[in-house]
């Protein structure tokens, strides 16, 4: 299929096609669930204090979040497949613009983590659709750069939502303090949904398929039977179901494996089709995308907790900490597409190499300095936030790289997947460890934490060196990113 073909082969019939770009909308979609995620860590503190939330409820404020968007990422890339990608990336919009509105209003921890739910759920129907409308809208050189763009925003909006939380919770605008970090996803959202319907236009997969009902639940089970006594366990002293229901998690998941395969070869249509795996590209890709992920996320929560309640550092300036990591992200990210055509997956390897040296640095610092000066932790965050940019676009390009078009909702929900996937995993290992030592204090805590992180980090640089050398251009037009 070439690239004029797949351009229109999936855009809805009777529509005009529409010269507007579709990019500003979707990233600003893109930015407010990616900053939704991180942003919370500098509220943590405040949440805790006004809602006496427990250590556990802070993970589940950050981790369910992640959660639900993990296990209906794929769903949401299908149902845009079959039903219209902008129209459920508007439902995605709208359902995430009505769950912020309460998280904002929310009165005890219950309630939050339950609209936290709600939010990764319109998440998880806004982020697939949205690699999938730059599929469709965008070709060559143009879906690079676009791709480029995305990989770019999401970065900033990670690293940066420490800062922009930490200035708002300052500003504490009407009074509302942490709560306003919601609040202000509402008139973004609406702003979005608004334009939409004149930025994008409607596309749809070749054959509509139904939805894996049996997928979604086996998958949905079995990342809960792992996340959640990995976030309870320790808040509850390990009792015996914490134990009972790690042990099931691998054997549901394998189940769910399993039934994919089987859906596969039946000619039904599996929530996660076993074939993308044959390319080694992109199954190396993936492993290599999750193992990223699961530091990420789990990095920004150990770090805030000990800016503000190791270090006594206020939101605000625990926020300019993390401008460090934001900087030099942006620094590095800019000229990581050029740098991926000429070094390919050796450039992701030094990048993980070079964010696990940012987390050695910043471990070296905090055992010999301790909580004497923030500013021996900037070459750590310098280092470690140049490494994420080296790391995070070249990683989506090279699996996006070798998507099929045929099943674009598929592929960029077993990309986002995996990220998510890695995000609440991730906070949930870290947690047990964080705040498993938190009778050793905050510094030891977060020290050996980072150590976990490092070791991380150091398995995705060999994942990189195992990507094929050289990737086969995408039909879609996308980079190439062997070396």
């Known amino acids: 299929m070439t690239n004029t073909q797949f351009s229109h082969a999936q855009v809805r019939q009777g529509q005009p096609a529409r010269t507007r770009s579709p990019l500003p909308v979707l990233m600003m979609a893109v930015f407010a669930i990616v900053l939704d995620f991180f942003v919370v860590n500098v509220a943590l503190p405040s949440v805790q204090a006004d809602l006496h939330a427990s250590t556990a409820a802070m993970e589940w404020i950050v981790a369910g979040y992640g959660l639900a968007f993990a296990v209906l990422i794929i769903t949401g890339g299908r149902l845009g497949d079959r039903f219209g990608r902008r129209r459920v990336f508007s439902a995605g919009l709208a359902l995430f613009v009505l769950a912020s ?36 809208a965008f070709t060559g050189p143009a879906r690079v750069r676009a791709i480029t763009v995305y990989g770019i925003v999401m970065g900033l909006a990670a690293a940066g939502g420490q800062l922009l939380g930490g200035v708002i919770i ?60 990995l976030v309870e366990g ?28 089987r859906a596969e070869r039946r000619g039904r249509a599996p929530l996660l089709p076993p074939s993308l795996f044959r390319r080694p590209e992109l199954a190396v890709g993936l492993v290599t995308q999750l193992a990223f992920w699961c530091g990420m996320a789990a990095l920004f929560l150990v770090l805030a907790l000990y800016l503000q309640l190791g270090l006594g550092l206020d939101a605000l300036q625990a926020g300019l900490v993390f401008t460090v990591l934001a900087a030099f992200y942006l620094a590095t990210s800019l000229r990581a597409p050029a740098m991926t055509q000429r070094f390919g997956r050796r450039l992701i390897a030094v990048g993980a190499l070079a964010l696990a040296a940012g987390e050695g640095l910043l471990l070296l610092t905090v055992a010999e300095r301790g909580g004497a000066s923030v500013g021996w932790l900037v070459p750590g965050l310098a280092l470690a936030g140049a490494g994420m940019g ?44 964080f705040f498993g030592l938190l009778s050793s204090g905050y510094a030891r805590a977060f020290e050996v934490s980072l150590a976990e992180l490092a ?14 050398r050289r990737s086969r251009p995408a039909e879609s037009g996308g980079s190439t990113s062997g070396a």
């Not at 973004?188 to 049996?214: F, K, N």
């Not at 078009?405 to 997947?417: D, E, K, N």
């Open 455 to 468: 070791g991380l980090l150091l398995l995705v640089a060999v994942l990189a060196v195992a990507l094929p």
């Open 390 to 433: 080296l790391c995070i676009t070249p990683l989506t390009s090279t699996v996006l790289a070798h998507a099929d078009p045929q099943r674009a909702g598929a592929v960029t929900g077993a990309l986002s997947t995996v990220q998510q996937v890695g995000n609440a995993v991730g906070v949930a290992i870290t947690g047990v460890i």
């Open 170 to 229: 300052a500003a504490n605008p009407l009074g509302l303090s942490w709560r306003a970090i919601f609040l202000i996803n509402i008139p973004i959202g609406l702003i979005a949904l608004a334009w939409s319907r004149r930025q994008i236009t409607e596309s749809t997969a070749p054959q509509s398929t139904r939805i894996d009902v049996r997928g979604l639940a086996l998958v949905t089970l079995g990342l809960t039977a792992l996340v959640l006594p």
């Open 101 to 136: 509105a309460i998280c904002g209003l929310a009165a005890s921890p219950a309630v939050l983590v339950a609209s936290r739910f709600a939010q990764g759920a319109g998440a998880a129907l806004i982020s697939p659709n949205v690699l999938a409308i730059i599929g469709v």
């Open 234 to 261: 320790t808040a509850l002293n390990w009792p015996v179901w914490t134990w009972v229901s790690l042990a099931a998690a691998p054997v549901i998941l394998a189940s769910f494996a399993a039934d994919q395969v």
